[in-house]
């Protein structure tokens, strides 16, 4: 069973930049297809990005295309979420899931939080206009 732990958050002002590691535990993180969301105050919990198992593939939600990078260390087992240009409504709770489904990217689930079933504790982001 795979373990998820964020780190990497703060606070930085508007157009400042941020990178979100989330460290896997567990041999069989590469088989894995990863994803961050996010949760703001009083909103529902929001797909930011997802990437498949080989990293070959990408997923933004819009409002972070352009500016937000997901990527993946299989060696090291490390997921990244590279923030430019950060804007005071991306702040929230980021959060790093985890899928062994193929199902999830397959089946168009990659940007919904049921097609994860391993979630880390989160990550506080916090943007200052």
């Known amino acids: 069973q795979v373990q998820l732990v964020e780190s990497g958050g703060g606070l930085v002002q508007a157009g400042g930049s941020l990178r979100l590691s989330c460290a896997a535990s567990?041999?069989?993180?590469?088989?894995?297809?990863m994803a961050w969301f996010r949760q703001a105050p009083g909103k529902e919990r929001e797909f930011v990005a997802a990437?498949?198992?080989?990293?070959?593939?990408?997923y933004y939600i819009d409002s972070v295309k352009g500016r937000f990078t997901i990527s993946r260390d299989n060696a090291k087992n490390t997921v990244y979420l590279q923030m430019n240009s950060l804007k005071p409504e991306d702040t929230a709770v980021y959060y790093c899931?985890?899928?062994?489904?193929?199902?999830?990217?397959?089946?168009?689930?990659?940007?919904?939080?049921?097609?994860?079933?391993?979630w880390g504790q989160g990550t506080q982001v916090t943007i200052s206009s």
């Open positions: 899931a985890a899928s062994g489904n193929p199902g999830t990217f397959s089946g168009g689930l990659y940007d919904h939080h049921y097609g994860y079933d391993i």
């Open positions: 567990g041999r069989t993180f590469s088989s894995y297809a």
């Open positions: 990437i498949t198992w080989s990293g070959s593939t990408t």
